[in-house]
Antibody, heavy 122, light 110 residues
Framework: EVQLLESGGGLIKTGGSLRLSCAAS????????LSWVRQAPGKGLEWVST????????NHADSVKGRFTISRDNSKNTLYLQMNSLRAEDTAVYYC???????????????WGQGTLVTVSS | QSALTQPASVSGSPGQSITISCSGS?????????VSWYQQHPGKAPNLVIY???KWPSGVSHRFSGSTSGNTASLTISGLQPEDEADYYC??????????FGGGTKLTVL
């Protein structure tokens, strides 16, 4: 059974930094691209970042480009999101999600973690 | 990276069918066959119900079906059941290896 467990969320001041982690199990970690998707309180889903299975290719939404960095450690089956220069509008539940297909990240995400809440406040 | 357009809400009675539309552009829905749909119950993580526009993930009821025409994708739920009441989001792969979601549709089963 695929399991994704996020951690690292919390209350942080505007301009601060935070690193989220997502521990994965139940699948061959290095074979699948992974993403971060966030949801502001009472709002819809927003794609944040995606990283390829080998960690070489990364992409970020314009709203976080230059501030957030996605990475992974395939030896630890763990996904990360380094968030710098945090803003109030970054307040959201952050989900990690596994893509459906091996080595193909376009089809959608079939497994999601329970999410971790990040609150940015002055 | 403009959001896809979905109706804010739809409703239907048990046993009926409903359709949720998802309007995009030539940069996303119209160019790629990679539209996915997610069901989200309150306080829960999203759940994939359709991928690549028309395909079912393992374990998903075939009461859910998807289609695409031009820049618009649609999700149809037939034989509505009370447990279908949830928020539904479309998502499309877009240019430059990005993804864009719709604003979400709240389905009420009357």
């Amino acid at each position: 059974e695929v399991q994704l467990l996020e951690s690292g969320g919390g209350l942080i001041k505007t301009g601060g930094s935070l690193r989220l982690s997502c521990a994965a199990s139940g699948f061959t970690f290095s074979m699948y691209a992974l993403s971060w998707v966030r949801q502001a309180p009472g709002k819809g889903l927003e794609w944040v970042s995606t990283i390829s299975g080998d960690g070489i290719t990364t992409n970020h939404a314009d709203s976080v480009k230059g501030r957030f960095t996605i990475s992974r450690d395939n030896s630890k089956n763990t996904l990360y999101l380094q968030m710098n220069s945090l803003r109030a509008e970054d307040t959201a539940v952050y989900y990690c999600a596994k893509v459906l297909k091996v080595k193909q990240e376009r089809s959608g995400w079939d497994s999601w973690g329970q999410g971790t809440l990040v609150t940015v406040s002055s | 990276q403009s959001a896809l357009t979905q109706p804010a809400s739809v409703s239907g009675s048990p046993g009926q069918s409903i359709t949720i539309s998802c309007s995009g552009s030539d940069s996303d829905v119209g160019s790629y066959q990679f539209v996915s749909w997610y069901q989200q119950h309150p306080g829960k993580a999203p759940n994939l119900v359709i991928y690549e526009g028309t395909k079912w993930p393992s374990g998903v009821s075939h009461r859910f079906s998807g289609s695409t025409s031009g820049n618009t994708a649609s999700l149809t739920i037939s034989g509505l059941q009370p447990e279908d009441e949830a928020d539904y989001y479309c998502c499309s792969y877009a240019h430059s290896s990005t993804w864009v979601f719709g604003g979400g549709t709240k389905l009420t089963v009357l």
